[in-house]
């Protein structure tokens, strides 16, 4: 009787104790999250053939691919992109509407970052302190730190001050980015109150990415899809602001992560930790030349091999298969214009200043002469509201006879007003996408979107942030711990990668998240 008991009793703890925790699987001891400025997915398939075997290949043909993923607001631009990428949410509820915005109360232009009660960290540079503070919203790093009791570890690198402390959030251990002054890397009195020795040490050596130019890496005729039909190139890099513009800003971001990741002990502790990495040379050089660029092809091949190097330190310092890394963009980029209109394609350049001039003339006339409008930013109009109050007016009938004006001026595709951004809920895609990036205590009283093809005026080179495709696809590359094998081209959104690493660790999503996470990556 007792052995039969005893079977009995084993035949249970079978079922019941030894499937549950064969169904627990380790965390992963390190997240990374690389975003890749102004990278467009089809840069994968574009230079495919040209990478090597160990970087975007590896994560390719290793990992997960998510080939359809779009942002779902608009502006799309740095600072709103990588904070909907870390917090899980859009602009509407995390508050970053744009890199810079008009603040109606001190009558001036703020950055999304910039904090006057903070200092600089690691060089002198009197009020030019940063700070997460303007992000209403928690991101992934700050519920990692929650669940951990702040024991987690977490750094943020970038060249640019937004790319690094908007992943990094209100408490983690260091925000760290670029100052080509100087050519050092710093931090804010927000995180630290000075740079770490390795850091300082690090910044000693920096002279070295001055020895030598940015030459082409390929005879002319290997590149693909290039528009620059100039002779090959050899740019010198005499200052810091041109490492900055080139493939050797990417380098020396890479090798600082490295060195942190090393240095302090990433992903070795009992908690998971997290790096972020954001390389903004893309943008620069993309801004400069153009997508379709020899510039453009030449740097990605450079990037793919110091993606290479991080996931060879990785290997080393934290262990094959122990870190969980996903790879995007924080935004596309438009063709240049000039090039699709010069191939018979719709495309044009909206004179944004000359078109801000009509707009005021035209309120002038329609109302008297008056300073109607404060400013115009992100292709939104803030209209003087007080002004309107003292003459008596409604804000309503001033944005409708601005928003009816601008309708129909040539390259402008749809306007809508703050009121109606506020009262109706659109579904179309574009309107949709207003609504999304839309935040009325930051953001303008009318909203206009241009037509496809168009960008504002410049001398050379191209931009973003319009709802269109070829701003808002981005790649979604996943690798590492608990990550599938294979592909996926479903459609999925910025805002989901957040949910999927928060479900994945088991700890709380960002407060303010929309997005959802993704199936095939949590039941693989």
């Known amino acids: 009787?007792?052995?039969?008991?005893?079977?009995?009793?084993?035949?249970?703890?079978?079922?019941?104790?030894?499937?549950?925790?064969?169904?627990?699987?380790?965390?992963?001891?390190?997240?990374?999250?690389?975003?890749?400025?102004?990278?467009?997915?089809?840069?994968?398939?574009?230079?495919?053939?040209?990478?090597?075997?160990?970087?975007?290949?590896?994560l390719m043909r290793d990992g997960f691919n998510c080939r359809n993923v779009h942002f779902n607001y608009i502006p799309t631009y740095t600072g709103p992109g990588h904070a909907s990428i870390w917090s899980g949410t859009t602009p509407a509820y995390h508050g970053i509407v744009g890199n810079d915005w008009y603040d109606r109360s001190t009558k001036k232009i703020i950055n999304c970052v910039s904090d006057s009660t903070e200092q600089v960290v690691g060089i002198k540079l009197n009020n030019k302190g940063v700070s997460a503070r303007k992000l209403l919203s928690t991101n992934l790093a700050d519920e990692l730190k929650l669940a951990t009791n702040q024991h987690a570890v977490v750094l943020a690198i970038s060249l640019k001050d937004r790319a690094a402390v908007l992943p990094a959030g209100h408490m983690a251990n260091a925000a760290y980015w670029f100052n080509v002054d100087s050519g050092s890397f710093v931090s804010s009195t927000f995180f630290m109150k000075n740079l770490p020795d390795w850091a300082l040490n690090f910044n000693k050596d920096n002279k070295k990415y001055l020895q030598n130019p940015w030459k082409q890496a390929l005879p002319g005729a290997s590149y693909v899809g290039s528009e620059n039909l100039k002779p090959d190139f050899n740019y010198p890099i005499d200052n810091f602001a041109k490492v900055y513009s080139s493939i050797y800003g990417n380098t020396i971001v890479t090798d600082f992560a490295i060195e942190a990741l090393q240095k302090e002990r990433l992903g070795t502790g009992t908690n998971t930790d997290l790096l972020a990495i954001s390389f903004s040379s893309p943008d620069a050089v993309g801004h400069q030349y153009g997508p379709l660029s020899r510039e453009t092809n030449d740097l990605y091949l450079r990037l793919d091999q110091d993606l290479a190097r991080i996931l060879d330190a990785l290997d080393l310092a934290v262990g094959a298969g122990n870190y969980l890394l996903f790879l995007t963009g924080d935004h596309g980029v438009a063709e240049v214009p000039q090039f699709l209109t010069d191939h018979g394609v719709p495309a044009g350049y909206l004179n944004t200043a000359g078109l801000k001039a009509d707009a005021i003339a035209f309120l002038n006339k329609k109302l008297g002469e008056g300073k109607w409008i404060e400013l115009e930013i992100n292709e939104q109009y803030y209209l003087n509201r007080v002004l309107i109050e003292e003459k008596g007016l409604k804000l309503e009938d001033i944005q409708d006879l601005l928003a009816d004006f601008l309708r129909k001026q040539k390259g402008v595709f749809q306007v809508y007003t703050a009121t109606q951004m506020m009262e109706q809920n659109y579904t179309q895609i574009l309107s949709s996408k207003l609504q999304s990036g839309f935040l009325y205590k930051r953001s303008g009283d009318v909203l206009y979107t241009m037509e496809p093809g168009w960008i504002e005026q410049m001398s050379a080179g191209s931009t973003h942030g319009s709802g269109y495709a070829y701003d808002t696809q981005v790649p979604l590359l996943w690798f590492g711990n608990g990550i599938p094998k294979g592909e996926s081209y479903e459609l999925y959104e910025i805002t989901d990668i957040v949910p999927t690493i928060a479900l994945k660790l088991g700890i709380k999503l960002p407060n303010a998240t929309t997005g959802k996470g993704i199936g095939v990556l949590l039941n693989p």
């Open 1 to 58: 009787m007792a052995m039969k008991k005893n079977l009995l009793l084993f035949f249970f703890l079978y079922l019941f104790v030894i499937p549950t925790h064969a169904q627990q699987k380790p965390k992963p001891k390190l997240v990374v999250g690389i975003v890749v400025d102004q990278m467009r997915t089809e840069y994968l398939y574009r230079f495919y053939d040209q990478f090597g075997k160990n970087g975007f290949k590896r």
